[in-house]
């Protein structure tokens, strides 16, 4: 089977700070043929990257905890998340680049080595947001306190763990974001590696 698309209409119906878009299309089915029209929302937010910083030698791993608007509107007593540092890639910068600088504005952390992890869509039944995800080593002495950029209304609390209270976390719910879960049971997966 040839799988295509043909997009038939694109209507913006919001441009901000995030973009919404209205899709008409059809796609070739795996019986053969064409669907229907298909009429679809989503929600464009472009490609991001997150990191796990982690210090193999003291066994710490960043965690962050800031207000989420998602959370909010459904669960108001968990509206402040534990994630791991992330940011949107803007026009012209390299993913590296934008790990680099996140650490340093979301953490007061400077990275010494940095791998890449993977590369996943966050949900793409609705967003076109994929994430780029990377671990970087840090030295995890003195990193804590708040950090963020003002005029990105950011207020970050950072702190750090080990591995297994970090996995501890995701293990009992208390890390409900989907990048901190991946990126924690890739450490977990890792962490004889890492810590070698």
């Not at 940095?114 to 994430?131: A, M, N, Q």
């Not at 977990?188 to 070698?196: D, F, P, V």
Request: with cysteine; glycine share 8%; charged share 20%.
């Amino acid at each position: 089977m040839k799988k295509d698309i043909k997009l038939l209409n694109k209507e913006v119906m919001h441009d901000g700070f995030f973009n919404l878009n209205r899709y008409q299309l059809q796609h070739t089915l795996f019986a053969g043929g064409w669907s229907d029209v298909v009429s679809r929302e989503l929600f464009e937010r472009g490609d991001a990257v997150a990191v796990l910083l982690y210090d193999p030698n003291a066994d710490k791993v960043v965690i962050i905890e800031q207000f989420r608007i998602g959370a909010a509107v459904s669960q108001p007593d968990r509206a402040w998340m534990l994630e791991i540092v992330a940011g949107i890639i803007e026009t012209g910068e390299t993913p590296e680049a934008v790990v680099h600088r996140e650490a340093q504005e979301e953490a007061g952390c400077v990275i010494q080595t940095l791998e890449f992890i993977s590369r996943f869509y966050v949900s793409p039944g609705g967003t076109s947001e994929r994430i780029a995800l990377y671990y970087g080593q840090i030295d995890a002495h003195n990193i804590g306190g708040v950090h963020g950029l003002v005029a990105e209304h950011e207020d970050i609390f950072v702190s750090t763990v080990s591995a297994d209270e970090a996995y501890q976390m995701v293990q009992d719910g208390r890390i409900e974001s989907a990048i901190p879960i991946i990126a924690i049971q890739w450490l977990m997966l890792n962490k004889t590696r890492l810590t070698a």
